[in-house]
């Protein structure tokens, strides 16, 4: 059973950091492109920043230059890397891991807060 769970979400103050982890088990990571998507109160989940299978990355406008995507293969495991965060930035985050349109998973979600 394939599953993806989130950690090191939290309260974080305006400016501050946080590193977002999602441990995956049951399947093999390193064939899957993984993501990150964010869902804020009463908007639609949106993508944050993805990755390839061989390491690419793509993000969106509004976290570019502030947000780090990374994954480890050999740990099983998929990270954000987020500075200068902002209040828009508060949401629950989602992993997201995809073997092919078919293979499609998320994770439970972890929530981010930044206010002051």
């Known amino acids: 059973q394939v599953q993806l769970v989130e950690s090191g979400g939290g309260l974080v103050q305006p400016g501050g950091s946080l590193r977002l982890s999602c441990a995956t088990s049951?399947?093999?990571?390193?064939?899957?492109?993984m993501g990150w998507y964010r869902q804020a109160p009463g908007k639609q989940r949106e993508l944050v920043a993805d990755?390839?299978?061989?390491?690419?990355?793509t993000y969106a406008d509004s976290v570019k230059g502030r947000f780090t995507i990374s994954r480890d293969n050999a740990k099983n495991t998929l990270y954000l890397q987020m500075n200068s965060l902002k209040p828009e930035d508060t949401a629950v985050y989602y992993c997201?891991?995809?073997?092919?349109?078919?293979?499609?998973?998320w994770g439970q979600g972890t929530q981010v807060t930044v206010s002051s």
């Open positions: 997201n891991g995809a073997l092919s349109t078919n293979y499609v998973y």
């Open positions: 049951g399947t093999n990571f390193m064939f899957y492109a």
């Open positions: 990755i390839t299978r061989g390491g690419s990355t």
